[in-house]
């Protein structure tokens, strides 16, 4: 079956980077985008951006523009997200997703979420 | 402040029917592009529930159902069961290039 497996619970401070991982079994790695999506404490869910993990192709949502970066490694069929700057607002639970079949179409699985706490 | 626009809360007793209603705009539902739901438990992976405005994966059951109108869809979900407890949310895609959420409809199951 289809897992998105994402790393372990980050805590950083101001002005420092992450990096989450997801990895993907149960289906053909390079064939689906994969999306990150984060969910800050009360409130909605909002779209980061997406990797083709078969050409390497990115497209940022264009807030996180110049913070941050998707990539993948097809050997690992792991997806990386790291977003730099980070600043308080943004401690979220983010999420990897995977959509077949094109861009603008639903999630069809999700990874169970990667708590990053941004803390001083 | 999501682009979506969903009601923060909706209820109901058991065995009876809740509708959870996504606006949204010209530039995304109106566009028209298709409009999905999630159903999300807190510390879990959200789960797939509709997508394209209508269509249930396999495996949900046929008490939830989708509709769409407009700049507008809806979630209905009858015969409501206390499993139902969660957070529901829509999702949908932009002319500005962009998935775009609703900010996400907590049910409770009186």
């Known amino acids: 079956q289809v897992q998105l497996v994402q790393s372990g619970a980050e805590v950083k401070k101001p002005g420092a980077s992450v990096k989450v991982s997801c990895k993907a079994s149960g289906y053909t790695f390079t064939g689906s985008y994969m999306h990150w999506v984060r969910q800050a404490p009360g409130q909605g869910l909002e779209w980061m951006g997406w990797i083709n993990p078969n050409s390497g192709g990115t497209n940022y949502a264009q807030k996180f523009q110049g913070r941050v970066t998707m990539t993948r490694d097809t050997s690992m069929s792991t997806v990386y997200m790291e977003l730099s700057r980070l600043r308080s607002d943004d401690t979220a639970v983010y999420y990897c997703?995977?959509?077949?079949?094109?861009?603008?179409?639903?999630?069809?699985?999700w990874g169970q979420g990667t708590l990053v706490t941004v803390s001083s | 402040q999501s682009v979506l626009t969903q009601p923060p809360s909706v209820s109901g007793a058991p065995g009876q029917r809740v509708t959870i209603s996504c606006t949204g705009s010209s530039s995304n539902i109106g566009a028209p592009y298709d409009v999905h739901w999630y159903q999300h438990l807190p510390g879990t992976a959200p789960k797939l529930l509709i997508y394209g405005n209508t269509n249930r994966p396999s495996g949900v059951p046929d008490r939830f159902s989708g509709s769409k109108s407009g700049t507008s869809a809806s979630l209905a979900i009858t015969g409501l069961q206390a499993e139902d407890e969660a957070d529901y949310f829509c999702?949908?895609?932009?002319?500005?290039?962009?998935?775009?959420f609703g900010g996400g409809t907590k049910l409770t199951v009186l």
């Open positions: 999702q949908s895609y932009d002319t500005s290039l962009s998935v775009v």
């Open positions: 997703a995977i959509t077949f079949g094109g861009v603008i179409v639903h999630f069809d699985y």
